[in-house]
């Protein structure tokens, strides 16, 4: 175990796997994934988007997209609506019912965040956060 626990990519996917099932767990309530938490995050950031964004900006398969707005849109969180200057294409936006979903899990995201970052002070939470947006998204 200790030649694993010597590669930081290694550690990085056990890391991944914790926090996933984690927020999991934690979104269950709200009848959420982390899929759909982070599909539903990235329209907070933009007016509406199409699949195929979606689908590249969250590194998604395009079909998983597609049934993940799907799962959305049952719930109310997101709709298509026509795309401005193309009304052929389908954008999809987060709805109020979609905010107000996202508010609700704010305390059990911070509570999972907390969980996983017990071991680290303010200032090396802050340090990591900042290393894992350098690495997450180089080309800033």
């Not at 052929?88 to 109020?96: A, G, K, W």
């Not at 979609?98 to 802050?126: F, M, Q």
């Amino acid at each position: 175990m200790r030649a694993l626990h010597a590669d930081t990519g290694y550690l990085l996917y056990r890391l991944g796997l914790r926090s996933g099932s984690m927020f999991n767990t934690a979104l269950q309530e709200y009848g959420l994934r982390l899929r759909h938490y982070a599909l539903l995050r990235y329209l907070t950031t933009v007016e509406g988007a199409l699949q195929r964004e979606l689908s590249e900006r969250l590194g998604y398969d395009p079909s998983a997209i597609v049934s993940l707005v799907d799962d959305l849109q049952d719930l109310g969180y997101v709709e298509r609506r026509p795309a401005p200057g193309d009304r052929r294409s389908r954008i999809v936006v987060l709805t109020d019912q979609g905010r107000s979903a996202l508010r609700d899990t704010d305390e059990s995201s911070r509570e999972v965040t907390d969980e996983l970052l017990v071991p680290l002070d303010a200032d090396e939470r802050e340090l990591l956060h900042a290393l894992l947006l350098r690495v997450a998204e180089p080309e800033q």
